[in-house]
C-alpha cells in the first residue's frame, strides 16, 4: 500500500471512529450536538489522528483501540480550534475553509462547543468496548490530560496570549510551541503507541523525540504558510499573526531561517525514528507531509 493510499484509508477510518463518538443530532440538545459535527466532521489534515494509527502500527494495536485514541485526539484539537477563533482570542471568521462555529451559530454555542468536545474526547476513551483495556484507558486519559491541559496546549495558548506585541526570544518562543502545539503531537504518538503491546523504554524515548522534532516543524511551517499562503489555500485566514503582532519563528529569525529549520526538524525525525527501521515507514512519510505541507 502506498502512503497516499494508507492516508485515505485512515482518514476515511478516522472520519467513522469520529461520527461513531460524536453524538447524532436526534439526540438533545439537537442544535448544540450538530454545532458539534458542523466543527468536527468533513474537514481538517487529521495529523494528530495520522500520528495515532501510524504510532499505533508498531505497537500492534487494534483496529478499534487506535480509532478511539484519534477520535478523542481530534476532538480535543477542535475544540481548541473552537474556541481559538473565538473574539476573545483570535477572532477569525473562517476554519477549515467554511464560517468558524461562533459565526456559524453563535459565541455561546460555540464555547459549549468546545466544552462538550473537551468531554466527548474522554467518553471515546472510555467507552465500552472501545479495544482499550483498563489500563490503557487510564494511561491514555492521563496522556491526554497532561498534554491538553495547563502544563500543555491551553498553557501553551496561555503564553501565546501573554506574548502579544512582545519580543520573545528564540528559546520562549520554542517553549511556547512546545506545549500550544507540539504537547498534543507527542501525545498523539504516545497514545497510538501506548494503545498496543506495551513499549519499551527506549522506544518511547525514541518516539518522543521523534514526536518533539514533528511537533515543532509543524509550529515552524504554519508560521510560514502564513506569512506565504493565502486563505483560500490555507482554509483559514492568512497573515493574522503579523496582523495581531505576534511572535513567530518568521519575525524571529526569518524566512529562509525558518524553511531551513523546518528541514532540519525532519531530519531529526527521521533519525529518532532509525532504530525502527522499516517499521518506522509511515511515520517518516507523515514527517515528510509535515514539512512539506501547504496548507
Avoid at 478499534?64 to 484519534?70: G, I, L, N, Y
Avoid at 472510555?126 to 484507558?137: C, S
Amino acid at each position: 500500500m502506498t502512503f497516499e493510499q494508507w492516508m485515505r484509508a485512515t482518514l476515511d477510518r478516522v472520519e467513522t471512529a469520529l461520527e461513531h463518538y460524536l453524538p447524532g443530532t436526534d439526540v438533545a440538545p439537537a442544535r448544540l450536538h450538530e454545532a458539534m459535527r458542523y466543527a468536527v466532521l468533513g474537514g481538517g489534515k487529521r495529523v494528530r489522528p495520522l500520528l495515532c494509527h501510524a504510532a499505533g502500527e508498531l505497537t500492534g494495536a487494534s483496529a478499534q483501540a487506535v480509532e478511539a485514541a484519534s477520535a478523542a485526539l481530534e476532538m480535543i484539537h477542535v475544540y481548541s480550534l473552537v474556541h481559538d477563533d473565538m473574539p476573545a482570542m483570535d477572532d477569525d471568521a473562517l476554519r477549515r475553509g467554511k464560517p468558524t462555529v461562533h459565526i456559524q451559530y453563535d459565541e455561546a454555542t460555540a464555547l459549549l462547543v468546545g466544552d462538550a468536545l473537551q468531554s466527548q474526547a474522554f467518553v471515546a476513551l472510555t467507552a465500552e468496548r472501545n479495544g482499550l483495556n483498563d489500563g490503557q484507558q487510564a494511561a491514555l486519559v492521563r496522556e491526554l490530560a497532561l498534554a491538553s491541559g495547563s502544563v500543555g496546549m491551553a498553557g501553551g495558548q496561555a503564553i501565546d496570549l501573554e506574548s502579544v506585541g512582545r519580543k520573545l526570544s528564540r528559546p520562549e518562543l520554542e517553549t511556547m510551541h512546545r506545549k500550544k502545539t507540539g504537547a498534543l503531537l507527542r501525545a498523539s504518538v504516545r497514545m497510538g503507541a501506548l494503545a498496543g503491546a506495551t513499549p519499551s523504554a527506549s522506544d518511547l524515548a525514541a518516539l518522543d523525540q521523534y514526536a518533539a522534532a514533528v511537533g515543532l516543524a509543524f509550529q515552524v511551517v504554519d508560521d510560514i504558510l502564513d506569512v506565504t499562503a493565502d486563505s483560500a489555500t490555507l482554509g483559514k485566514t492568512a497573515g493574522k499573526d503579523a496582523q495581531h503582532d505576534k511572535p513567530t519563528y518568521v519575525s524571529i529569525i526569518g524566512l529562509d531561517a525558518s524553511r531551513e529549520l523546518a528541514a532540519q526538524l525532519g531530519r531529526d525525525a527521521h533519525a529518532a525514528i532509525q532504530p525502527f527501521g522499516a517499521r518506522g515507514q509511515r511515520l517518516a512519510e507523515l514527517a515528510d507531509l509535515v514539512v512539506n505541507r501547504v496548507n
